[in-house]
């Protein structure tokens, strides 16, 4: 078994590919079955953000979960295999656990130090437990890592580096706007990005603050808590009449905004200029909003260059730091469970032979009382387990330094131990997707 990522994110891809393979939560859970059921994947599941969609696997076979894997993206995708293994980026082992590690820091994303990601792994996971085709290999990382995303987070200022990609946009709509504090801000949507970028927004010092959602009880809550103002989602047209800057972050497949749209607003306005900021996956605002006279669009593939600069700097090493700390003792962890299986086998061993002498023992002793045949137990049992002692802290230490194998076999020669023994120790239980209630929870 082998921890294996492979995917694609705005570090290897572009944005219009990333929109191709995005996956809502449906979507996502489906591909995550589909793995699952693969004969070369024990575990599976599915991240898919505006900035990545990954699949974290425990593998049975390295080449073969590898194929499974680009064999179901590139369905997901439509691109033929060669345009999407050359993008494709493959983490594994050691490097998956420190790219899972990074990933829930804020340290991989394309505004670095954004919190989100946190939120939208724990779902990933939950949705994969939900499905039960996660088990212990990848509840463990992904427990561990969002620990460690917290950790980055609490521990240091990561957070101020790059602000958000809304603070980018408004950064960039005061050339064109002037002052915000006169300017009228509408928001559509009312979900997790929709809040940030109201909440930013207002934090920014903008006049006006309008809620467009779907559910207006959604847009209200969210209106109250920013000191905003809610609206259906069939008033729309008239709120962008009055909208200096429009924020779209629903990610719904197809367009929310389009051209005619725009030109009706602008048509309306008198030609004031107007900036459009789309922030989900896939689109919501036309591409084609950003030809017309007045307008201006600044989509993800836009605001990633414009924070593109702020991936260093003290927070950045610092948040570092922590992600390398954490990796490393993660890894020492696992190696000293892998050693488990040797040194259980050791004192399995060591109690066999016991038991036999102490068998031996009683026959040849018979006039001994239950008391003093129970002092020699305890004595003879004293005696293994300090002859015990030096070879399993042994043993631990080499595993955390990565040199158990050799030992594990000089110990196997050593002690006669049997070599199915160790085996059957190293075996962790089925993973039982149809009944483990423990991958659920």
Same mark, same amino acid.
């Given at each position: 078994? =082998?921890?294996?990522?492979?995917?694609?994110?705005?570090?290897?891809?572009?944005?219009?590919?990333?929109?191709?393979?995005?996956?809502?939560?449906?979507?996502?859970?489906?591909?995550?079955?589909?793995?699952? /059921?693969?004969?070369?994947?024990?575990?599976?599941?599915?991240? =898919?953000?505006?900035?990545?969609?990954?699949?974290?696997?425990?593998?049975?076979?390295?080449?073969?979960?590898?194929?499974?894997?680009?064999?179901?993206?590139?369905?997901?995708?439509?691109?033929?295999?060669?345009?999407?293994?050359?993008?494709?980026?493959?983490?594994?082992?050691?490097?998956?656990?420190?790219?899972?590690?990074?990933?829930?820091?804020?340290?991989?994303?394309?505004?670095?130090?954004?919190?989100?990601?946190?939120?939208?792994?724990?779902?990933?996971?939950?949705?994969?437990?939900?499905?039960?085709?996660?088990?212990?290999?990848?509840?463990?990382?992904?427990?561990?890592?969002?620990?460690?995303?917290?950790?980055?987070?609490?521990?240091? =200022?990561?957070?101020?580096?790059?602000?958000?990609?809304?603070?980018?946009?408004?950064?960039?709509?005061?050339?064109?706007?002037?002052?915000?504090?006169?300017? =009228?801000?509408?928001?559509?949507?009312?979900?997790?990005?929709?809040?940030?970028?109201?909440?930013?927004?207002?934090?920014? /010092?903008?006049?006006?603050?309008?809620?467009?959602?779907?559910?207006?009880?959604?847009?209200?809550?969210?209106?109250?808590?920013?000191?905003?103002?809610?609206?259906?989602?069939?008033?729309?047209?008239?709120?962008?009449?009055?909208?200096?800057?429009?924020?779209?972050?629903?990610?719904?497949?197809?367009?929310?905004?389009?051209?005619?749209?725009?030109?009706?607003?602008?048509?309306?306005?008198?030609?004031?200029?107007?900036?459009?900021?789309?922030?989900?996956?896939?689109?919501?605002?036309?591409?084609?909003?950003?030809?017309?006279?007045?307008?201006?669009?600044?989509?993800?593939?836009?605001? /990633?260059?414009?924070?593109?600069?702020?991936?260093?700097?003290?927070?950045?090493?610092?948040?570092?730091?922590?992600?390398?700390?954490?990796?490393?003792?993660?890894?020492?962890?696992?190696?000293?469970?892998?050693?488990?299986?040797?040194?259980?086998?050791?004192?399995?061993?060591?109690?066999?032979?016991?038991?036999?002498?102490?068998?031996?023992?009683?026959?040849?002793?018979?006039?001994?009382?239950?008391?003093?045949?129970?002092?020699?137990?305890?004595?003879?049992?004293?005696?293994?387990?300090?002859?015990?002692?030096?070879?399993?802290?042994?043993?631990?230490?080499?595993?955390?330094?990565?040199?158990?194998?050799?030992?594990?076999?000089?110990?196997?020669?050593?002690?006669?131990?049997?070599?199915?023994?160790?085996?059957?120790?190293?075996?962790?239980?089925?993973?039982?997707?149809?009944?483990?209630?423990?991958?659920?929870?």
């Amino acid at each position: 078994m =082998s921890l294996l990522v492979l995917g694609l994110s705005h570090h290897n891809a572009p944005l219009d590919l990333l929109e191709r393979i995005s996956l809502d939560s449906e979507g996502r859970r489906r591909l995550a079955t589909e793995l699952a /059921g693969s004969e070369h994947i024990a575990e599976s599941v599915v991240v =898919s953000t505006c900035n990545r969609t990954e699949v974290y696997v425990e593998a049975v076979t390295f080449h073969g979960a590898v194929a499974a894997v680009t064999e179901a993206l590139e369905s997901v995708a439509d691109l033929p295999r060669a345009d999407l293994t050359d993008r494709l980026a493959v983490h594994f082992e050691d490097r998956a656990i420190a790219h899972a590690f990074r990933v829930a820091g804020g340290l991989d994303s394309m505004a670095v130090g954004e919190s989100q990601i946190r939120a939208q792994l724990r779902m990933a996971l939950h949705e994969a437990q939900e499905e039960r085709v996660v088990g212990p290999a990848l509840n463990t990382l992904f427990q561990r890592a969002l620990r460690v995303g917290k950790r980055v987070h609490t521990d240091t =200022s990561i957070d101020t580096v790059s602000g958000s990609l809304v603070d980018a946009g408004l950064a960039a709509a005061r050339p064109i706007l002037g002052d915000l504090s006169e300017a =009228s801000v509408v928001v559509v949507g009312a979900g997790a990005m929709a809040a940030l970028s109201a909440t930013t927004a207002r934090r920014a /010092g903008v006049g006006r603050l309008v809620i467009a959602n779907r559910t207006l009880s959604r847009g209200a809550a969210l209106a109250a808590r920013v000191d905003g103002e809610a609206v259906r989602f069939s008033e729309l047209d008239e709120a962008l009449v009055g909208a200096d800057i429009v924020i779209a972050c629903i990610g719904a497949p197809g367009v929310i905004l389009t051209a005619d749209d725009a030109a009706r607003a602008q048509a309306l306005r008198g030609g004031r200029p107007q900036v459009y900021l789309d922030l989900a996956m896939p689109h919501d605002i036309d591409h084609a909003i950003a030809d017309l006279p007045g307008t201006t669009r600044l989509g993800l593939e836009h605001l /990633g260059l414009l924070i593109a600069d702020s991936a260093s700097g003290p927070q950045v090493q610092a948040a570092t730091d922590i992600v390398t700390a954490e990796v490393a003792a993660y890894l020492t962890e696992r190696s000293v469970q892998a050693a488990a299986p040797t040194i259980a086998a050791l004192r399995a061993r060591a109690v066999e032979v016991l038991d036999s002498e102490l068998a031996r023992l009683q026959g040849r002793t018979p006039e001994l009382s239950d008391a003093e045949r129970r002092e020699v137990e305890i004595a003879m049992g004293r005696l293994v387990d300090k002859l015990l002692h030096g070879p399993t802290l042994r043993v631990k230490e080499l595993a955390a330094s990565g040199r158990i194998g050799a030992y594990a076999d000089a110990l196997a020669e050593l002690f006669a131990l049997d070599p199915e023994t160790v085996a059957t120790v190293s075996a962790p239980p089925p993973f039982d997707r149809a009944s483990d209630e423990g991958a659920a929870r």
